[in-house]
Protein backbone atom coordinates (compact mmCIF):
# COMPACT_ATOMS: atom_id res chain seq x y z
CA UNK A 1 0.00 0.00 0.00
CA UNK A 2 1.48 3.65 -1.13
CA UNK A 3 0.81 6.47 1.04
CA UNK A 4 1.64 9.67 -0.33
CA UNK A 5 2.37 12.80 1.68
CA UNK A 6 -0.42 14.56 -0.16
CA UNK A 7 -2.65 13.51 -2.34
CA UNK A 8 -4.67 16.18 -4.10
CA UNK A 9 -6.46 13.73 -6.52
CA UNK A 10 -8.35 12.58 -3.59
CA UNK A 11 -9.78 16.13 -2.91
CA UNK A 12 -10.23 16.91 -7.24
CA UNK A 13 -12.72 13.84 -7.18
CA UNK A 14 -15.27 15.74 -5.01
CA UNK A 15 -14.90 18.82 -6.38
CA UNK A 16 -13.83 18.63 -9.87
CA UNK A 17 -16.86 19.51 -11.94
CA UNK A 18 -17.17 22.86 -9.89
CA UNK A 19 -14.11 23.75 -9.97
CA UNK A 20 -13.92 23.26 -13.76
CA UNK A 21 -17.26 25.16 -14.08
CA UNK A 22 -15.74 28.05 -12.57
CA UNK A 23 -12.84 28.39 -14.25
CA UNK A 24 -15.39 28.11 -17.57
CA UNK A 25 -16.18 30.91 -16.03
CA UNK A 26 -13.56 33.05 -15.75
CA UNK A 27 -12.28 31.55 -19.33
CA UNK A 28 -15.76 33.07 -20.71
CA UNK A 29 -15.60 35.94 -19.03
CA UNK A 30 -12.21 37.10 -20.17
CA UNK A 31 -11.90 39.03 -16.62
CA UNK A 32 -8.31 37.00 -16.28
CA UNK A 33 -7.13 40.15 -14.13
CA UNK A 34 -8.74 41.64 -11.16
CA UNK A 35 -12.29 39.78 -11.76
CA UNK A 36 -14.90 40.04 -9.32
CA UNK A 37 -14.00 36.83 -7.95
CA UNK A 38 -10.94 38.26 -6.37
CA UNK A 39 -13.15 40.79 -4.00
CA UNK A 40 -15.51 38.45 -3.85
CA UNK A 41 -12.48 36.27 -2.41
CA UNK A 42 -10.84 38.95 -0.68
CA UNK A 43 -14.35 39.69 1.16
CA UNK A 44 -14.62 35.99 2.39
CA UNK A 45 -11.10 35.47 3.51
CA UNK A 46 -11.28 38.76 5.39
CA UNK A 47 -14.42 37.81 6.87
CA UNK A 48 -13.54 33.66 7.43
CA UNK A 49 -10.00 35.32 9.16
CA UNK A 50 -12.22 37.86 11.71
CA UNK A 51 -10.20 41.01 9.68
CA UNK A 52 -11.47 43.56 8.30
CA UNK A 53 -9.94 44.10 5.05
CA UNK A 54 -8.52 41.69 2.43
CA UNK A 55 -6.16 41.94 -0.27
CA UNK A 56 -5.74 38.83 -2.74
CA UNK A 57 -1.79 38.87 -3.98
CA UNK A 58 -0.14 36.43 -5.95
CA UNK A 59 1.35 33.81 -3.81
CA UNK A 60 1.97 33.93 0.53
CA UNK A 61 5.77 34.89 0.02
CA UNK A 62 4.21 38.05 -1.94
CA UNK A 63 1.80 38.57 1.01
CA UNK A 64 5.37 38.77 3.15
CA UNK A 65 7.04 41.23 0.91
CA UNK A 66 4.23 43.90 0.40
CA UNK A 67 3.26 43.54 3.93
CA UNK A 68 6.76 44.93 4.65
CA UNK A 69 7.09 47.26 1.65
CA UNK A 70 3.39 48.78 2.88
CA UNK A 71 5.49 49.89 6.57
CA UNK A 72 8.39 51.28 4.00
CA UNK A 73 10.91 48.78 5.55
CA UNK A 74 14.49 48.77 4.07
CA UNK A 75 17.82 49.54 4.86
CA UNK A 76 18.48 50.93 8.31
CA UNK A 77 15.79 49.29 9.40
CA UNK A 78 15.70 45.32 11.50
CA UNK A 79 12.75 43.16 11.48
CA UNK A 80 12.95 40.38 14.03
CA UNK A 81 11.91 36.65 13.36
CA UNK A 82 12.45 33.27 13.95
CA UNK A 83 14.96 30.93 12.48
CA UNK A 84 13.09 27.94 11.88
CA UNK A 85 10.48 28.36 8.66
CA UNK A 86 10.33 28.83 5.44
CA UNK A 87 12.89 30.95 3.79
CA UNK A 88 10.12 33.68 2.08
CA UNK A 89 10.01 34.54 6.09
CA UNK A 90 13.79 35.44 6.19
CA UNK A 91 13.71 36.51 2.44
CA UNK A 92 11.51 39.02 2.26
CA UNK A 93 13.25 40.95 4.86
CA UNK A 94 16.63 40.34 2.87
CA UNK A 95 15.46 41.68 -0.55
CA UNK A 96 14.37 44.90 0.72
CA UNK A 97 17.76 45.34 2.39
CA UNK A 98 16.17 45.49 6.19
CA UNK A 99 18.57 43.90 8.81
CA UNK A 100 17.70 40.28 10.11
CA UNK A 101 16.89 39.31 13.97
CA UNK A 102 16.48 36.24 14.67
CA UNK A 103 15.09 34.72 18.08
CA UNK A 104 14.90 31.43 19.01
CA UNK A 105 11.35 28.87 18.79
CA UNK A 106 9.76 26.96 21.71
CA UNK A 107 10.73 23.33 21.59
CA UNK A 108 7.18 22.22 21.84
CA UNK A 109 5.30 24.20 19.56
CA UNK A 110 7.74 25.36 16.74
CA UNK A 111 6.94 29.16 17.25
CA UNK A 112 9.19 32.01 17.94
CA UNK A 113 9.21 32.00 22.16
CA UNK A 114 7.84 35.26 23.54
CA UNK A 115 11.03 35.32 26.55
CA UNK A 116 13.56 34.73 23.71
CA UNK A 117 11.93 37.73 22.08
CA UNK A 118 11.62 39.68 25.00
CA UNK A 119 15.57 38.62 26.38
CA UNK A 120 16.58 40.09 22.55
CA UNK A 121 15.22 43.58 23.20
CA UNK A 122 16.80 43.70 26.67
CA UNK A 123 20.21 42.09 25.52
CA UNK A 124 20.32 44.51 22.46
CA UNK A 125 19.25 48.15 23.41
CA UNK A 126 21.25 49.78 20.70
CA UNK A 127 19.23 47.88 18.05
CA UNK A 128 15.74 48.20 19.55
CA UNK A 129 14.86 51.36 18.24
CA UNK A 130 15.83 50.01 14.48
CA UNK A 131 13.13 47.42 14.97
CA UNK A 132 10.59 48.26 12.10
CA UNK A 133 8.53 45.08 12.43
CA UNK A 134 8.17 41.09 14.08
CA UNK A 135 7.31 38.31 12.20
CA UNK A 136 5.83 35.23 14.23
CA UNK A 137 5.28 32.38 12.34
CA UNK A 138 2.20 30.23 12.94
CA UNK A 139 3.67 27.12 12.36
CA UNK A 140 2.31 24.00 10.68
CA UNK A 141 -0.99 25.10 11.69
CA UNK A 142 -0.58 26.35 15.23
CA UNK A 143 -0.47 29.94 16.29
CA UNK A 144 2.69 31.64 18.20
CA UNK A 145 1.57 32.72 21.69
CA UNK A 146 0.31 36.35 20.36
CA UNK A 147 -1.01 37.76 23.61
CA UNK A 148 3.03 37.97 24.81
CA UNK A 149 4.26 38.94 21.72
CA UNK A 150 1.33 41.73 20.78
CA UNK A 151 2.46 42.97 24.27
CA UNK A 152 6.22 43.23 23.34
CA UNK A 153 5.46 44.98 20.54
CA UNK A 154 3.16 47.13 21.23
CA UNK A 155 4.98 48.18 24.35
CA UNK A 156 7.59 49.60 22.00
CA UNK A 157 5.32 50.75 18.64
CA UNK A 158 6.13 47.68 16.60
CA UNK A 159 4.20 46.63 13.99
CA UNK A 160 3.47 42.80 14.14
CA UNK A 161 3.21 40.49 10.26
CA UNK A 162 1.54 37.34 11.34
CA UNK A 163 3.18 34.92 8.77
CA UNK A 164 0.06 32.14 9.05
CA UNK A 165 0.59 30.96 5.72
CA UNK A 166 0.14 27.41 6.97
CA UNK A 167 -2.61 28.25 9.42
CA UNK A 168 -5.57 29.87 7.80
CA UNK A 169 -8.86 28.84 10.22
CA UNK A 170 -6.44 27.81 13.34
CA UNK A 171 -7.33 29.77 16.41
CA UNK A 172 -6.00 31.38 19.35
CA UNK A 173 -7.82 31.35 22.62
CA UNK A 174 -6.25 34.96 23.33
CA UNK A 175 -7.06 37.13 26.84
CA UNK A 176 -9.40 39.11 24.52
CA UNK A 177 -11.35 35.86 23.24
CA UNK A 178 -11.17 33.64 20.75
CA UNK A 179 -8.97 34.97 17.67
CA UNK A 180 -7.97 33.52 14.23
CA UNK A 181 -4.64 33.02 12.73
CA UNK A 182 -4.13 36.72 10.66
CA UNK A 183 -6.37 38.62 12.48
CA UNK A 184 -4.24 39.97 15.48
CA UNK A 185 -1.61 41.67 14.35
CA UNK A 186 -1.04 44.79 11.67
CA UNK A 187 -0.82 42.15 9.00
CA UNK A 188 -1.73 38.52 8.61
CA UNK A 189 -0.17 36.98 5.17
CA UNK A 190 -1.69 33.52 3.98
CA UNK A 191 -0.39 31.36 1.69
CA UNK A 192 -2.83 29.10 -1.01
CA UNK A 193 0.19 27.78 -2.45
CA UNK A 194 -1.64 23.71 -3.10
CA UNK A 195 -0.43 22.16 -0.28
CA UNK A 196 -1.82 24.28 2.26
CA UNK A 197 -5.40 23.25 3.53
CA UNK A 198 -7.02 25.70 1.46
CA UNK A 199 -4.91 25.64 -1.77
CA UNK A 200 -4.90 26.76 -5.52
CA UNK A 201 -4.02 25.44 -8.33
CA UNK A 202 -1.29 27.22 -8.73
CA UNK A 203 0.66 30.48 -6.58
CA UNK A 204 -1.71 32.86 -4.81
CA UNK A 205 -2.24 34.46 -1.39
CA UNK A 206 -3.68 37.10 0.75
CA UNK A 207 -2.64 40.13 3.22
CA UNK A 208 -5.63 40.60 5.56
CA UNK A 209 -5.73 43.23 8.09
CA UNK A 210 -8.10 45.86 10.53
CA UNK A 211 -6.42 49.07 8.99
CA UNK A 212 -8.31 50.45 5.81
CA UNK A 213 -5.55 52.68 5.05
CA UNK A 214 -2.72 49.81 5.54
CA UNK A 215 -5.02 47.95 2.84
CA UNK A 216 -5.42 50.55 0.13
CA UNK A 217 -1.38 50.58 0.32
CA UNK A 218 -1.12 47.58 -0.38
CA UNK A 219 -4.16 47.23 -3.33
CA UNK A 220 -1.37 50.30 -4.70
CA UNK A 221 1.65 48.26 -4.35
CA UNK A 222 0.07 45.04 -5.77
CA UNK A 223 0.12 47.04 -8.93
CA UNK A 224 3.12 48.89 -9.82
CA UNK A 225 1.48 51.65 -6.78
CA UNK A 226 -0.85 52.89 -9.83
CA UNK A 227 -4.25 54.55 -9.35
CA UNK A 228 -5.08 55.41 -11.60
CA UNK A 229 -3.87 53.23 -14.70
CA UNK A 230 -0.33 54.55 -15.64
CA UNK A 231 -0.35 57.13 -12.48
CA UNK A 232 1.75 55.51 -10.45
CA UNK A 233 2.09 56.82 -6.41
CA UNK A 234 4.08 54.56 -4.89
CA UNK A 235 6.96 51.85 -6.51
CA UNK A 236 5.01 48.72 -6.18
CA UNK A 237 5.55 45.27 -8.19
CA UNK A 238 3.43 43.21 -9.87
CA UNK A 239 1.81 41.11 -7.13
CA UNK A 240 -1.85 40.84 -8.07
CA UNK A 241 -4.05 37.47 -7.36
CA UNK A 242 -5.27 35.81 -10.34
CA UNK A 243 -9.03 35.56 -10.93
CA UNK A 244 -8.22 32.08 -11.84
CA UNK A 245 -7.19 30.97 -8.35
CA UNK A 246 -9.98 33.32 -6.54
CA UNK A 247 -12.72 30.97 -8.64
CA UNK A 248 -11.40 28.11 -7.96
CA UNK A 249 -10.54 29.05 -3.87
CA UNK A 250 -14.33 30.14 -3.97
CA UNK A 251 -15.38 27.00 -4.63
CA UNK A 252 -12.86 24.91 -1.86
CA UNK A 253 -13.71 27.68 0.89
CA UNK A 254 -16.84 26.16 2.37
CA UNK A 255 -15.40 22.70 2.68
CA UNK A 256 -12.24 24.07 4.89
CA UNK A 257 -13.92 23.45 8.07
CA UNK A 258 -14.53 19.69 7.22
CA UNK A 259 -11.24 20.00 6.19
CA UNK A 260 -9.47 21.15 9.43
CA UNK A 261 -11.84 18.52 11.54
CA UNK A 262 -10.52 15.37 8.74
CA UNK A 263 -6.96 16.40 9.96
CA UNK A 264 -7.47 16.68 13.44
CA UNK A 265 -8.81 13.21 13.24
CA UNK A 266 -6.20 12.08 11.33
CA UNK A 267 -3.59 13.71 13.92
CA UNK A 268 -5.57 12.53 17.19
CA UNK A 269 -5.32 8.83 15.44
CA UNK A 270 -1.72 8.96 15.11
CA UNK A 271 -1.08 10.43 18.51
CA UNK A 272 -2.98 7.11 19.60
CA UNK A 273 -0.83 5.04 17.03
CA UNK A 274 2.50 6.34 18.51
CA UNK A 275 1.92 6.51 22.22
CA UNK A 276 4.61 4.86 23.80
CA UNK A 277 7.02 4.25 20.84
CA UNK A 278 8.95 7.19 21.87
CA UNK A 279 8.18 9.37 19.02
CA UNK A 280 7.45 12.75 20.12
CA UNK A 281 3.87 13.80 18.56
CA UNK A 282 2.75 17.06 18.12
CA UNK A 283 1.10 19.04 20.82
CA UNK A 284 -1.84 20.95 20.10
CA UNK A 285 -0.99 23.77 22.81
CA UNK A 286 -4.23 25.39 23.12
CA UNK A 287 -6.26 22.37 22.70
CA UNK A 288 -6.71 20.34 19.32
CA UNK A 289 -9.72 22.27 18.17
CA UNK A 290 -7.45 25.23 17.54
CA UNK A 291 -4.86 23.48 15.11
CA UNK A 292 -5.29 22.89 11.67
CA UNK A 293 -2.50 20.13 11.32
CA UNK A 294 -1.05 21.63 7.91
CA UNK A 295 1.50 19.46 8.68
CA UNK A 296 1.93 16.59 11.18
CA UNK A 297 5.39 16.61 12.65
CA UNK A 298 6.78 14.21 14.61
CA UNK A 299 10.33 14.56 16.45
CA UNK A 300 12.04 11.54 16.19
CA UNK A 301 15.14 10.48 18.93
CA UNK A 302 18.08 9.54 16.52
CA UNK A 303 18.34 8.24 12.72
CA UNK A 304 15.72 11.07 11.54
CA UNK A 305 17.07 10.83 8.08
CA UNK A 306 17.63 6.76 7.69
CA UNK A 307 13.74 7.06 9.36
CA UNK A 308 13.30 9.14 6.16
CA UNK A 309 14.90 6.68 3.99
CA UNK A 310 13.02 3.54 5.46
CA UNK A 311 9.68 4.96 5.03
CA UNK A 312 10.94 6.14 1.34
CA UNK A 313 11.72 2.83 0.32
CA UNK A 314 8.40 1.38 1.95
CA UNK A 315 6.33 4.21 -0.33
CA UNK A 316 5.25 5.96 2.67
CA UNK A 317 5.57 9.97 1.57
CA UNK A 318 7.49 11.95 4.32
CA UNK A 319 9.18 15.12 4.13
CA UNK A 320 11.30 17.26 6.52
CA UNK A 321 10.10 21.22 6.89
CA UNK A 322 12.84 22.33 7.65
CA UNK A 323 16.85 20.88 7.28
CA UNK A 324 18.84 23.61 7.72
CA UNK A 325 17.59 26.93 10.29
CA UNK A 326 17.99 30.32 8.34
CA UNK A 327 21.54 30.83 10.66
CA UNK A 328 23.18 28.24 9.28
CA UNK A 329 22.04 29.01 5.30
CA UNK A 330 24.69 29.61 3.15
CA UNK A 331 23.22 32.86 1.85
CA UNK A 332 22.91 34.05 5.62
CA UNK A 333 26.62 33.38 7.04
CA UNK A 334 26.85 37.49 6.63
CA UNK A 335 24.52 37.32 9.90
CA UNK A 336 27.35 36.53 11.80
CA UNK A 337 25.48 33.93 13.76
CA UNK A 338 27.04 30.41 15.03
CA UNK A 339 26.43 26.95 15.38
CA UNK A 340 24.73 26.45 18.33
CA UNK A 341 22.91 30.35 18.37
CA UNK A 342 19.43 28.54 18.67
CA UNK A 343 19.94 24.76 19.73
CA UNK A 344 15.99 24.68 19.77
CA UNK A 345 15.96 25.47 15.84
CA UNK A 346 19.07 23.20 15.18
CA UNK A 347 17.28 20.43 17.07
CA UNK A 348 13.90 20.43 15.25
CA UNK A 349 16.06 20.89 12.20
CA UNK A 350 17.82 17.72 13.13
CA UNK A 351 14.66 15.51 14.16
CA UNK A 352 11.54 16.48 12.71
CA UNK A 353 9.66 15.06 9.85
CA UNK A 354 6.41 15.11 8.49
CA UNK A 355 4.21 12.68 7.91
CA UNK A 356 1.05 12.48 5.47
CA UNK A 357 -2.40 14.09 7.36
CA UNK A 358 -4.23 14.87 4.18
CA UNK A 359 -7.83 14.80 5.24
CA UNK A 360 -8.76 11.47 2.83
CA UNK A 361 -6.12 9.44 4.12
CA UNK A 362 -7.45 6.27 5.92
CA UNK A 363 -6.98 4.43 8.73
CA UNK A 364 -5.50 1.65 7.43
CA UNK A 365 -2.99 3.86 5.30
CA UNK A 366 -2.32 5.45 8.86
CA UNK A 367 -1.69 2.35 10.27
CA UNK A 368 0.92 1.00 7.92
CA UNK A 369 2.49 4.37 8.80
CA UNK A 370 3.32 3.88 12.19
CA UNK A 371 3.96 0.21 11.87
CA UNK A 372 6.60 1.48 9.13
CA UNK A 373 8.05 4.13 11.72
CA UNK A 374 7.57 1.60 14.92
CA UNK A 375 9.24 -1.39 12.84
CA UNK A 376 12.52 0.85 12.35
CA UNK A 377 12.83 1.59 16.15
CA UNK A 378 12.56 -2.18 16.71
Not at 193 to 218: C, H, Q, R
Request: glycine residues 8%; contains cysteine; proline residues 5%.
Amino acid sequence: MKVPLLDLKAQLVMLESEMKSALNAVVDSTAYINGPAVAELEKAIAAYSGAACGVGVSSGTDALLVSLMALAVGPGDIVVTTPYSFFATAGTVARLGAEIALVDIDPVSYNIDPQALQAWFEREPGKAGRVKAIIPVHLYGQCADMDAILQIARSRGIAVIEDAAQAIGSGYPSAAGLKKAGSMGTFGCFSFFPSKNLGGIGDGGMVVTDDEALAEKVRLLRNHGAHPKYYHALIGGNFRLDTVQAAVLLVKLPHLEDWHAMRRANAAYYDELLAGSGIAVPKAVYGRQHHIYNQYVISVPEKRDELRAWLTQNDIGNEVYYPVAFHEQECFRSLGYQKGAFPNSEYAAAHTLALPVYPELTRPMQERVAETIVSFYG
